[in-house]
């Protein structure tokens, strides 16, 4: 997120991260303009290029912080005895990660429908579970990029509904229903 270790950059970087959070809530990405974020963080244009090079800049920094996040607890998933508890051990992190955020992740998806940081989420979660795949089944017929991706669709369409409040299950009831789904023997 921040740029160095200074105490004033860190709080500026944080001031326009928030301030872009909240302009997500209720425009879409293409239509922020910069003089809108820095008035939102209490910046001026000046402080904003010298953090960023232009909103885009800003943004991809975002999602490095989101992607950063997500790897960290993603790799606390090492010492589980099959690919099922694997799995759900994966869709745990990705929920509570994402029902600490649930309000941003709501509002890319109100205003923002192809989303970059889904994108970035499910590249993240594929990365995880093909290194996974890999090293667990050598001797597996079908391609661990194939069973990731055959796996994290059905995942993701169901955490979006969930993020959306489409179809009114709760976190707890959509684990319960993805871990009757997930087989035992998933390779």
């Not at 244009?45 to 993603?74: G, N, P, V, W």
């Not at 799995?87 to 600490?100: A, F, H, K, P």
């Not at 509904?161 to 998933?186: A, C, H, N, Q, S």
């Amino acid at each position: 997120m921040a740029k160095g270790t200074d105490l004033r950059i860190v709080k500026t970087d944080r001031a326009i991260f928030e301030a872009l959070i909240r302009l997500l809530a209720v425009s879409s990405f293409e239509d922020l303009k910069v003089s809108r974020i820095c008035k939102e963080a209490m910046v001026n244009r000046t402080t904003f290029y010298s953090h960023f090079e232009d909103k885009y800049a800003l943004f991809q920094s975002f999602i490095d912080y989101l992607k950063h996040d997500l790897k960290q607890r993603l790799a606390t998933n090492e010492n589980l005895i099959n690919t099922k508890e694997y799995y759900i051990e994966v869709i745990r992190i990705l929920t509570d990660n994402i029902g600490e955020k649930k309000g941003l992740f709501k509002a890319l998806l109100a205003h923002n429908e192809v989303s970059i940081v889904l994108t970035m989420v499910y590249r993240t979660l594929k990365e995880d579970i093909v290194q996974r795949l890999e090293k667990d089944s050598a001797q597996n017929h079908i391609s661990a990029r194939f069973i990731a991706n055959y796996y994290l669709g059905a995942v993701c369409h169901v955490v979006v509904g969930w993020i959306r409040e489409d179809d009114g299950y709760t976190k707890e009831e959509m684990i319960k229903y993805l871990e009757e789904l997930i087989p035992e023997k998933i390779f």
